[in-house]
């Protein structure tokens, strides 16, 4: 149980304990805030500037121009926190297992991290309440509290401050727990002590000979430890606003907002290899997993808005939310008899009162199917 708003997070000045005892008091603070893991790395620069040139020379980031135009920003956290010394890097459950029922046609399924409540909002908060205690109980110093706001390498200070390992999916995984986690960081300009050291040693790999992700992917997006953006799911049903190529709809399956194929695969979110019975807060525990399709078709903005409020999901325009559930639905088709469901892509195509983007995903998943169907 977190510790409520009216309840002092710390008592008495961080200045005048050491270092190691004022860490400790922070990450007890983190604790009793309810992250199911805090740790703490130096805000040193990410030595990772070769790799993350490459990759954006290559064009694997797509349309995400904000990590091109913020390369600098992104190595080192002195851009995001200036003067900032130490990152309390934390992890939040928001599922527990990979096992599920695949949702009956013609429904679409929407990536676990989406079926609770916005994960931005759930941890903001409290990571606000934590960055405010520093700067109360260590006058002169700041903190700034960072849920994905900030261009912040975070799997990287992450896997520094000993939360986890990264996979060649790219996510952070935490041996004997999984890769079902959403992440944060307050950065200070406190000087904090790096750790706990992890139970596992620290830096290492932790996939070994594995290739699940990779031979699962349904887009082969994953190369060992990076992804080639522009051709996962999750950015083309996310991040990418425009028309998406006919010939990777199928490969789109039933995925309506993100992809957990690579994680719904990986050895270590298996429930045997997890250790002990770890909670997911309630905020995360999922409201719905997917749509109807053809709820989804007739949607208007008003629908959209009061479907999403408080979801992760906000960030879906209409349309390309309208998109997306078209290459489901055309998926769908290629599986089973839904007239009704044709008929509706069928009025999508003619209506010219729906965006481009629409219209023009209507009329290509028609051409994908066959005549009659
Ligand atoms: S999210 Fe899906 S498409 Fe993207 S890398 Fe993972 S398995 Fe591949
Ligand atoms: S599926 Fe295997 S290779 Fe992929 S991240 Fe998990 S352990 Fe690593």
Same mark, same amino acid.
């Given at each position: ?55 954006? %020379? ?32 934390? %992890? ?36 606000? &309440? ?27 200070? %992450? ?155 906000? &960030? ?47 009329? %290509? ?9």
């Amino acid at each position: 149980m977190a510790t409520p708003p009216s309840q002092p997070l710390l008592e008495g000045s961080l200045l005048e304990r050491s270092r190691p005892a004022r860490t400790r008091l922070l990450l007890e603070a983190g604790e009793r805030l309810g992250f199911a893991h805090v740790g703490v790395c130096s805000a040193e620069p990410v030595d990772r500037r070769e790799q993350l040139s490459n990759w954006l %020379a290559e064009g694997k980031h797509g349309e995400m121009h904000y990590l091109s135009d913020r390369v600098e920003a992104m190595l080192d956290p002195g851009s995001v926190l200036e003067g900032a010394r130490s990152i309390i890097c934390v %992890a939040d459950r928001y599922a527990s297992a990979s096992e599920e029922s695949v949702p009956a046609a013609p429904r679409g399924r929407i990536a676990r991290y989406a079926r609770g409540r916005d994960y931005h909002d759930v941890l903001r908060r409290r990571l606000a &309440r934590l960055a405010a205690a520093i700067e109360d109980h260590a006058p002169g110093h700041r903190a700034r509290g960072v849920v994905d706001t900030a261009p912040l390498m975070e799997r990287e200070h %992450a896997l520094r401050a000993g939360l986890g390992l990264i996979g060649k999916n790219t996510l952070m995984i935490r041996p004997g727990e999984g890769s079902w986690m959403v992440l944060g960081e307050v950065l200070t300009t406190l000087e904090l002590e790096p750790g706990p050291e992890p139970e596992w040693g620290g830096r290492g790999d932790p996939c070994g000979s594995c290739t699940r992700c990779i031979d699962a992917c349904p887009t082969s997006a994953i190369e060992p430890f990076t992804i080639d953006a522009t051709r996962c799911v999750s950015y083309q049903t996310i991040e990418h606003r425009g028309p998406i190529d006919p010939e990777g709809h199928r490969s789109i399956g039933d995925w309506l907002f993100g992809c957990d194929v690579c994680q719904e695969v990986c050895p270590h979110n298996l429930p045997q290899r997890r250790v002990g019975s770890l909670p997911v807060l309630d905020p995360y525990r999922p409201r719905r997993d997917g749509f109807d399709l053809l709820e989804v078709l007739d949607w208007r903005e008003e629908d959209r808005r009061s479907a999403f409020t408080t979801s992760s999901l906000k &960030r879906a325009k209409l349309e390309t939310f309208k998109r997306n559930a078209l290459i489901c639905a055309g998926n769908a088709l290629e599986e089973g008899h839904h007239p009704e469901l044709r008929a509706r892509i069928g009025a999508l195509a003619e209506d010219e009162s729906e965006p481009a983007l629409v219209r023009d995903t209507a009329r %290509a998943v028609l051409e994908r199917l066959p005549p009659g169907d």
